[in-house]
């Protein structure tokens, strides 16, 4: 027995050891691809010697001879620390993730194909203007010297991601990065979804209902709809709840409802207290590890410039130079049309025109696919624009039999010139400047926030279309593509987009609100991101004549809901301190602890507290009760809590309170009924995830933010070192926006955020501050991995200082970069 346990205990030391040899070779390799910031490089594709000096927060300050020179040396720095995420967003856009993960992304890999998304850059080259061409040229040169570096040197394959999947790393090319801006405006435009859905819903209820699920900004003008059916009475209408874009963490499409936001306000120097004009600007996206943004300086022959770039994008997308800011806000600009296309019954290959039958546009696109064969897909365009299949975006449930869908999108141009633009903004001195350099601006359509040393301005930047008064659907719904007066009718001319500058007030502001209430078809959307975190806003600027750097930051970081202030007494008015105390234990006890607790909450949804959890809870519940028995499993589309449906309801705006009563039962229930059920259901259920007693309970421990590596954040053991989850305030409605997942089984988790925030003070520009959600290194090795992420979540910030001497005095590391000889 003796001998036995000897060689047990060997044995078990032995593994241990090799266990242990086994993690430091695999952590030696890894390792090998964590950047060296004090290196000097000798390159070929330099002109002149450049600088590279990553201050304290390892932020690259950027200084050479050449402005291509320097985005050289910008693309070699996004390539040393985001090598694998621009490899996986270039791949997304080409349609080219399959070549890496099988099957799992070959509906992903489709549906950009069928975009054509990377053609259409490639094409778009030729429309850059020389200097614009020359800085993609730069920058890819910069980004390839790394890459030939990671092979001379063995640098780990450029990143660990590399040793689990493809090491094989194509040159970059300047289309890449044209590609890259065409996949974002992918990632921030919703209409689409917005159309199917509303086409579903028209299908099933009458439009006094349509108007209530899905309701317009109060005091638009809205023409009256055609019902969906119609315009195609042959589309049976169905209950199926929506199967819209791929839960997949590497689709491009946004979920429903998870389109682009953002926040941004600017004070002109009379509302400023320092007499400077102020700016803040913090743009929403889906949290991801790393995050999106990398922080960079750039040194240019026009000045500086600091602020957020997007690793494979030579520009500073948001940010500021000494005398100009600039911040970006989804426009919500309705810039996609859905088409049904009439197939020729005697000729497939041809579809409806208002003229005739015509051929569609044909090519042949093979996807390649990891461990499988082949796939080749046709591509088929009409004048509308690409045909869509059926299995994508639940367009088979509104397609009638012998038709097909096309899509008409402002990003689908291959004379593209927005990289131009975001290279003119960097280099624009004043708000008129960049205003002009914004007219260049295709898509994604934003709103782009100024401000330099004399004003202000709110400038509505990308391509809109002109539609006919006359048309159907008025680009609300799906309409027939062969009426000429459902057709697009070209662009409007860029002074037509909504523009505001030097208003008397002294204040602009945006929070994805409507900006103009113009008739259709100057009307920009009729689908706005939002209606409630503009009051709170409001609310905050009329507290103070002027303001300051700090009362921005304070805006920025609010978390007080005005909607959890306005709903809470309408769906309670009759439920507050009724009855005498029930016994302890029962459901009508729980019930009156969790109003008493509500009853004396300010709205804050911070993240100590209980509130907001029972809160969201009630609402989440109650939304579900409201709309179940109308929509059956069609409700499931409806994944976050529809405020102004709620006031509808609860304020019997024509009539909306027939959502009140479950249709199918003999009782008729109030609303009061309903509100009280829905509480006793959310509260079953929380009691039931975080324990019995309802003042222990936290928001934060539901409403974590969810960094997600996109890969490696889904592998057992790993997921615990790449994925950054963190305990956050606010929620879907306030300022401090942290949009929550909306499916079980976490439907709080904190998903789509500010991942990043800024505030410009031009009274003293040195004193702005900015701040990623992670850190500035896509490495989970690197201490750069996630260090700005805790500065994140306690809402501080870091100095956004174009002094050349304070980068250098606490620096991580000073690249230098020469020409080769």
Known sequence: ?????????????????????????????????????????????????????????????????????????????????????????????????????????????????????????????????????????????????????????ALGRGAPEFFFFTNEIAAWQPADSIALIKLMALQLTGQLENEVLRARISLLLPASRVRDILPDDPGQGVMALPDYASLFPTVAPSAAPLRMASTDPLSPVPQLGMAGASNAWAAAPNRSAAGGALLANDPHLGFTAPSLWYLARLQLQSGGVIGATIPGIPAVLVGRSDVLGWGLTSSYLDDQDLYIEEVNPANPEEYRTPTGWKPFATRKSIITVKDAAPVTITLRWTDNGPVLPGTHYDLASITPSGHVVSLSWTALSDRDTTMTAAIRMMQSKTVDQAIEAGRLFIAPSQNLMLADQKGIALQVIGAMPRRDPANQSKGRMPSPGWIATNRWQGLFPYEDNPREVNPRSGLLGNTNNKTVDRPFPNHVSYDWGDTQRIQRWLGLMKEREVHTRESFIEAQLDTVSFTARSLLPLIGADLWFTGEAAPEGTPDRLRQRALALLAAWNGEMNEHLPEPLIYQAWLRALQDRLIRDELGPLADSFTHVEPLLIERIYRNIDGASIWCDVVQSAVVESCTDTARMALDDALLKLTETYGPNPESWRWGDAHQAAQDHPILGQVPGLRHFVNIRQSTSGDDNTLMRG???????????????????????????????????????????????????????????????????????????????????
């Open 1 to 153: 027995m003796y001998l036995v346990f000897r060689w047990l205990l060997r044995l078990v030391s032995a593994l241990v050891v090799l266990s242990l040899l086994a993690l430091l070779v695999a952590y030696y390799f890894l390792s090998r691809s964590l950047p060296d910031y004090s290196a000097d490089y000798s390159l070929s594709g330099l002109s002149a010697p450049v600088e590279v000096v990553r201050n304290n927060d390892n932020v690259p300050h950027i200084f050479g001879k050449t402005d291509e020179d320097v985005f050289f040396a910008l693309g070699f720095a996004h390539a040393q620390d985001r090598l694998w995420q621009m490899t996986m967003l270039r791949r997304t856009a080409q349609g080219r993730l399959s070549e890496v993960f099988g099957t799992r992304t070959l509906r992903i890999d489709e549906l950009t194909r069928r975009y054509d998304l990377y053609t259409l850059a490639q094409a778009s080259l030729a429309a850059q203007d020389a200097a614009t061409r020359r800085a993609l040229d730069a920058y890819s040169r910069g980004v390839n010297a790394w890459i030939e570096q990671v092979n001379k040197d």
């Open 739 to 821: 949009v929550t997942k909306g499916t079980e089984p976490d439907p709080f988790l904190n998903v789509h955020g500010a991942g990043y925030r800024g505030v410009y003070d031009f009274a003293d520009p040195d004193s702005s501050v900015f701040i990623i959600s992670t850190g500035q290194s896509g490495h989970p090795l690197s201490r750069f991995y996630d260090d700005l992420g805790e500065l994140w979540r306690r809402g501080e910030y870091i100095p956004m200082s174009l002094d050349p001497e304070l980068a250098r005095a606490a620096a991580v590391g000073i690249t230098h970069l020469t020409p080769a000889p």
